[in-house]
């Protein structure tokens, strides 16, 4: 399994882990940016990490194994646990690092059913210990329950098409492959609307990958407890792979820079054109930074906004 790490270098140059720091790694997948952390934070550190994919979780465990000199609490649980787990252990982290979504190791699995570039069982979920595969929801839901789904997280123009393409299809027989689906999306999208850069299915895989994982569930009130819980002078990072996603983080983001923190990026950044040449899966990334500010800092930031409020009511 292969997986290279995006943006490592402009990561580590906003959140500057350092020796002796705490980080909190909520998405280890292959455990790429939490090795970089560990050189960095070694000797004294701590790295939390966390992964729900059981599969992933076993490989970044034992790719982690080598770190020396680095305290190393490693959870096989959603990141949406990190701030209890970061509670029970006292800790307080100098960087958070959430690289949302999928893993090349899972994409390229065809048992999972992630791609519809590998025919495999139509499962999608991250986490298989809970929920159902995409196939028992698909063979239930109702055409304006997957139109929605393909609407909200694929901004798939064609979502009521392909909604009635899988009624038709189930009709004749359940979807249980990944093909299945695909045919479905293949039947329903003409052939000259379709995007020449993008599979047709892609926007259909991603939008139902979502959805089955809950993926946008409280990732709101995660980004906000995780953010709470920084040393002063801590940062967040977070990197995301669609619009849906950025949405969530942008919003959140806004909210906690209003009193106590700082948005280190004014838009957010974006793979170097030498990165995406390397590693075409990273040329959706877009990544935002948050900082703490630390006790002065609010102080000013404070005094800022009473100086912005005396000019606006003496204007
Ligand atoms: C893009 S990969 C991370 C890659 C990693 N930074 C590396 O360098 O190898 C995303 C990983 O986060 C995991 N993941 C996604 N959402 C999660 C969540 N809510 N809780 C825990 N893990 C999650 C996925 O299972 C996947 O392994």
Known sequence: ?????????????????????????????????????????????????????????????????VVKDVKVTLTAQDFRQAPAVLDRNQARPNAVLLDLGLNSGQVDDAERGMSFREVGPLDMRMDVRVGEPASAWLNRATLDEIDNVLRDYGDERWARAIARAILARRKEQPLRTTEDLVECVLAAIPVGARDKRLHPATRTFQAIRIFINGELEELSEAIVALAERLADGGAIAVLSYHSGEDRVVKGAFRELAKEGFREELRKPQLPTDAEIARNARSRSARLRVLRKLDRESVGQQEADREETQDEYQTN
């Open 1 to 65: 399994m292969e997986h290279v790490p995006v943006m490592v270098q402009e990561i580590m140059s906003h959140l500057d882990p350092k020796p002796g720091n705490v980080v909190a790694d909520g998405t280890l997948g292959l455990g790429g940016h939490a090795l970089e952390f560990c050189k960095r934070i070694a000797p004294g550190g701590h790295l939390f990490g966390f992964d729900w994919d059981e599969k992933m979780f076993a490989e970044a465990t034992n790719r982690l194994s």
